[in-house]
């Protein structure tokens, strides 16, 4: 990549965006109201806004190394605190992907280093579903089960905050898990049973 270009294609994108909307950059610079919170994977196939077909101010984004929420990571509870209290967005998104190289590397027993304590919440995930993913024996299909049942384990994480939970009692707000398929660009929701699998921890997590 020629970094130069970067700054080439900024100016055309600039051009492309007034002659749309000639008050395009006066709009945005008013303030930001977005409706929805993405949560996905650092990988560079994965674009948030483009393969929503969502625009500069529609979506607030976080990603990091295989869409993990955790409640000890400050950068990712800070992002989710102030989209749900300040921002008030009404859809939180967890979105992961098939061929996630985070998923795949948790599955790897060698010592990644720095990426070990990360990855180890990955880990975490297999050790909660083994029971599932052992009964499956293509390694294909074992992963693509693990990327889906990591943003479900995620997207309860993030119901389990405080920001969430508070906000639930005065206004509806959804969270969504996704996966996005690298095969073919196809955004599927996993139509995860929030009801139900919170009835079964509520009690764990003091939730009401
Ligand atoms: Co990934």
Not at 83 to 106: M, P, R, S
Request: net charge negative; with cysteine.
């Amino acid at each position: 990549m020629n970094i130069s270009d970067v700054f080439k294609n900024n100016e055309k994108w600039i051009q492309k965006k007034l002659d749309v909307d000639p008050d395009f950059f006066n709009k945005i610079s008013q303030g930001q109201n977005p409706d929805l919170l993405y949560i996905g994977c650092s990988d560079s196939r994965v674009t948030a806004e483009d393969m929503m077909g969502v625009g500069p101010g529609e979506a607030f984004v976080h990603r990091n190394v295989a869409n993990m929420v955790i409640s000890t990571d400050l950068n990712v509870m800070t992002v989710l605190n102030y989209a749900v209290n300040q921002l008030e967005v009404d859809h939180v998104v967890v979105c992961g992907h098939y061929g996630c190289g985070g998923i795949q590397a948790a599955l790897q027993s060698e010592d990644l280093g720095i990426l070990n304590p990360w990855l180890r919440n990955i880990r975490d995930v297999y050790r909660l579903h083994r029971s599932t993913l052992d009964k499956i024996s293509d390694k294909e299909e074992k992963y693509k089960k693990l990327v889906e049942l990591n943003v479900q384990e995620q997207c309860i994480n993030v119901i389990k905050t405080a920001a969430v939970q508070k906000a639930s009692k005065s206004r509806d707000i959804k969270v969504h898990g996704w996966v996005f398929d690298i095969h073919t660009g196809k955004l599927i929701d996993l139509k995860i049973d929030f009801e139900k699998i919170l009835k079964d921890i509520m009690e764990i997590y003091q939730l009401d």
